[in-house]
Nanobody, 120 residues
Framework: QVHLVESGGGLVQAGGSLRLSCAAS????????MAWYRQAPGKQRELIAL???????NYADSVKGRFTISRDNAKNTVYLQMNNLKPDDTAKYYC??????????????WGQGTQVTVSS
């Protein structure tokens, strides 16, 4: 079994910064893609950033230049540094990882989410 746990959310003023973390634990052999999604009330969940094993990254246009995704493979952890936050960034942020377990089972794993609220 694999668990992903996010942390680092909270309330911040517009223009401020937050750093989210997501730690994966359990019977992990390796993790391929790790990503951050967000979902605002009444909206669909959207992919905002992802990082592949080799280090390649992709960002949604809405966060490009403000958010940075990074990972520590030794710790099975992915981070999201969020700068110059805007009220439109208010959402619940979810971590996702494509995990290969020690039994060589491939799992698309999700965390429970962490709330980010940006006040104007």
């Amino acid at each position: 079994q694999v668990h992903l746990v996010e942390s680092g959310g909270g309330l911040v003023q517009a223009g401020g910064s937050l750093r989210l973390s997501c730690a994966a634990s359990g019977s992990i052999f390796s993790i391929d893609t790790m990503a951050w999604y967000r979902q605002a009330p009444g909206k669909q969940r959207e992919l905002i950033a992802l990082t592949r094993t080799g280090g390649a990254t992709n960002y949604a246009d809405s966060v490009k230049g403000r958010f940075t995704i990074s990972r520590d493979n030794a710790k099975n952890t992915v981070y999201l540094q969020m700068n110059n936050l805007k009220p439109d960034d208010t959402a619940k942020y979810y971590c996702n990882g494509y995990v290969i377990t020690t039994a060589r089972v491939h799992l698309d794993s999700w965390g429970q989410g962490t709330q980010v609220t940006v006040s104007s």
